[in-house]
């Protein structure tokens, strides 16, 4: 997340960044309420009931596209930032804007947001989070994308010291990674790309199915991450985000548009053809993502990169504070669904209520956070 430093030709990707962010925030919402998910608190169990079922779809559908879209612009701004700091300076500087999150949420945010959770059940907040503390408990929640990316750069650097390939600045300044202009991939080589990645990530499922953590990470959905961090950096190296094809975004804006309502409806066709459950409708879901992943992220790219995007104070201040809310909203919004969990109120209106005020907050607490030189020096 904060490998996606503020840029100054590019600001409409740090705007889309934000905004991505608070629909993170969202996401852990409906699974509160709902959805199927891991998070620290649960209030309604996953039913079939219609309300329950739109929360299951909504947070379905952000998983194909929210978290590869953070890996596809951390891959894009890796490239300058390399070239432009240096070899060692740069890791060091992702060792410190990554690492020491994600050490401090493993090991305090983390406890903490399981500690507050367990009050829930009765149990006492200060005993549960001091025992967490005694038994160096670490729990990485959502800054596993720290960890993923903190491998994933490791790999690349990796990759290309191996290959000579580094990127290198031809001088010191800023500017001096001139990327080349280079002609967007085709639609057939787009979609190649995407069955390769459901069939990568059906592969994957098949040995470490949805919801099976390994070192804290859920391997499942890391086909379309890696493609997405690599095509990130390809896509720095040939400068394809300032200039996307009006007719590629337009062509798989059509193909998310066809292929979203696929899957619910295979879904609810199981409940009458049991048959279509299980290994079906497994294989359909890893094909069924990257599809609608590719349209998802291109239109939006689009968007928020159109010269009348949202290049105003509130969206500038949304995209400094994106890393600090992410890093700071489990605990946030644990505690506001605490705070009135025993008002009878329908799923859905809890999940809007809940994850509007947690929005907000998160967005005033992350702006005292970078009150704080050093915090922001880091954040």
């Known amino acids: 997340m904060n490998a996606v430093r503020k840029t100054r030709d590019q600001p409409g990707l740090d705007e889309l960044r934000g905004a991505t962010t608070l629909l993170v925030v969202l996401h852990h919402a409906a699974i509160t309420y709902g959805a199927i998910g891991g998070w620290y608190y649960r209030e309604v169990a996953t039913s079939s009931a219609l309300p329950i079922q739109a929360l299951v779809f909504f947070c379905t559908v952000n998983q194909s596209w929210f978290m590869g879209l953070f890996f596809l612009l951390a891959g894009y701004f890796t490239p300058p ?5 240096g070899l060692w300076p740069f890791v060091m500087g992702r060792l410190m804007r990554l690492g020491v999150p994600l050490l401090v949420y493993g090991y305090v945010i983390g406890p903490f947001t399981i500690a507050l959770a367990a009050t829930s059940s009765g149990k006492s907040f200060g005993q549960v989070w001091l025992v967490l503390l005694k038994q160096g408990r670490f729990e990485n929640g959502p800054l596993w994308f720290a960890q993923a990316l903190l491998l994933m750069t490791m790999v690349a650097l990796v990759g290309w010291r191996l290959r000579g390939r580094l990127p290198q600045a031809a001088d010191s300044t800023a500017a001096a990674f001139t990327p080349k202009t280079e002609a967007w991939p085709t639609n057939w080589v787009l979609a190649l790309g995407a069955l390769l990645t459901g069939a990568a990530a059906w592969l994957l499922r098949n040995e470490w199915p949805v919801g099976v953590n390994v070192w804290g990470l859920q391997l499942g959905y890391f086909a379309s991450y890696a493609v997405l961090f690599a095509f990130g950096c390809r896509a720095s190296r040939s400068a394809w985000l300032q200039d996307l094809p009006p007719r590629t975004v337009q062509v798989w804006r059509w193909v ?9 409806v295979l ?50 201040a949304l995209s400094r504070r994106a890393f600090a809310i992410y890093v700071i909203h489990p605990p946030v919004l644990v505690a506001v669904a605490l705070a009135w969990r025993g008002v009878a109120a329908p799923a859905l ?17 992350a702006g005292w956070v ?10």
């Open 256 to 264: 998310a548009r066809l292929a979203l309502p696929v899957l619910p």
């Open 267 to 316: 879904y609810l066709l199981g409940e009458r053809m049991p048959g279509l459950r299980g290994s079906v409708l497994d294989a359909v879901y890893a094909f069924w993502e990257p599809l609608v992943a590719w349209g998802v992220i291109l239109a939006l790219l689009q968007r928020f990169q159109r010269p009348q995007a949202h290049d105003s104070p509130g969206w500038a």
């Open 370 to 379: 970078l009150r704080v030189p050093r915090l922001a020096r880091i954040l």
């Open 81 to 85: 930032a390399l070239a432009r700091k």
């Open 349 to 365: 209106l809890k999940f809007a209520v809940t994850g509007s005020v947690a929005c907000v907050l998160c967005f005033v607490l």
